[in-house]
């Protein structure tokens, strides 16, 4: 079992940043992959970021490639977000999610994550 709490998250004007942490206690911090999603107001949860065990493998959505970044501190068990020129349609909860296995491959796919934070709030005004 793995517990993880989201931090961050808040109101910024549009083209500011934000960065999202999420904590994870519990377990071998380094035996999970991790990743973000988001679901914004009146939509299904959507993938953000991944990356691997080791933090030397990242995958992006299409909409936020090249303005989120997403990274690890193993010894912290810690993963990050950080998120630049932001938008406002990327206004959502953001989750941080955690799933068991030392993959050299990173998923997006919601199915594969088995434990959840309680989620974040990030709104972006134009």
């Known amino acids: 079992q793995v517990q993880l709490v989201e931090s961050g998250g808040g109101l910024v004007q549009a083209g500011g940043s934000l960065r999202l942490s999420c904590a994870a206690s519990g377990r071998t911090f380094s035996n999970y992959y991790m990743g973000w999603f988001r679901q914004p107001p009146g939509k299904e949860r959507e993938f953000v970021a991944a990356?691997?065990?080791?933090?030397?493998?990242?995958d992006y959505a299409d909409s936020v490639k090249g303005r989120f970044t997403i990274s690890r501190d193993n010894a912290k068990n810690t993963v990050y977000l950080q998120m630049t020129s932001l938008k406002p349609e990327d206004t959502a909860v953001y989750y941080c999610?955690?799933?068991?296995?030392?993959?050299?491959?990173?998923?997006?796919?919601?199915?594969?994550?088995?434990?959840w934070g309680q989620g974040t709030q990030v709104s972006v005004s134009s």
């Open positions: 990356i691997i065990w080791s933090g030397s493998n990242t």
């Open positions: 999610a955690a799933g068991f296995g030392q993959y050299y491959y990173t998923t997006g796919r919601e199915s594969s994550y088995g434990y």
